[in-house]
């Protein structure tokens, strides 16, 4: 069965520090991945998504950025961590080319002080 | 207008209490729906996909209607552990969510 893997759970970095969030899925080939972010009281808002290695494309001018090194991974980082970044970070999967639903993993809940 | 729009709630209604909530999309290209489940501090789980036909998932029923393109879900016999909050979900090129309708069941 299919799985995917997100860590760290909780993240508290300060103002101007760098971030690496990192997202695994097991079980499938050639998923489509996807990083959202959930502020506080806030919906759900699509960050990055990819539909193969190399391929990212930006739904949101921001200082974040993605990364897919291999085929099941999918990485979110900045180089300097904004206050406005907190929130609660999702990566998703879903099998290419259908209509299907997104899975998503258990979420960085990060803050930023 | 939101692609995606829902009644925010909070929606307090009591043990075995029956509860609807709607949501309405934009974007009449929409391929397929869903309903999410979101519990506090956690990741979304897909609750229910929504055919035109309409489905039903034992308590849970889902409507689609596309001409007024809105999409219900229906609770009944609803349980203590229903409370958490339901997001609307529409799939163009890629899943689009709407913020979530808060239900909260009390004894």
């Known amino acids: 069965s299919q799985t995917i893997h997100q860590w760290p759970a909780t993240l508290v970095q300060p103002v101007g520090s760098p971030l690496s969030l990192e997202c695994t899925v097991e079980?499938?080939?050639?998923?489509?991945l996807y990083w959202y972010r959930q502020a506080a009281g806030r919906g759900l808002q699509l960050l990055f998504y990819s539909v193969g290695i190399g391929q990212i494309s930006s739904e949101v001018p921001q200082n974040l950025s993605a990364s897919r090194p291999q085929d099941r991974q999918f990485i979110l980082s900045s180089k300097k961590l904004l206050l406005s970044d907190s929130g609660f970070y999702l990566c998703?999967?879903?099998?290419?080319?259908?209509?299907?639903?997104?899975?998503f993993g258990s979420g960085t809940r990060l803050t930023v002080v | 207008r939101k692609e995606v729009e829902q009644d925010p709630g909070p929606f307090n209604v009591p043990e075995g209490a029956t509860v609807a909530f709607n949501c309405t999309y934009s974007n009449s290209a929409s391929q397929s729906f869903f309903w999410y489940r979101q519990d506090c501090r956690k990741e979304p789980k897909l609750l229910m996909s929504?055919?035109?036909s309409g489905n039903e998932d034992g308590r849970f029923t889902a409507q689609l209607n596309r001409a007024s393109q809105y999409i219900s879900l229906l609770i009944r016999d609803s349980k203590l552990s229903d409370s958490a909050t339901y997001l609307c979900v529409v799939r163009g090129d890629k899943l689009i969510f709407g913020t979530g309708t808060r239900l909260q069941v009390f004894p």
């Open positions: 929504v055919y035109s």
């Open positions: 079980g499938t080939s050639n998923p489509n």
């Open positions: 998703a999967w879903s099998v290419r080319r259908t209509n299907y639903g997104y899975t």
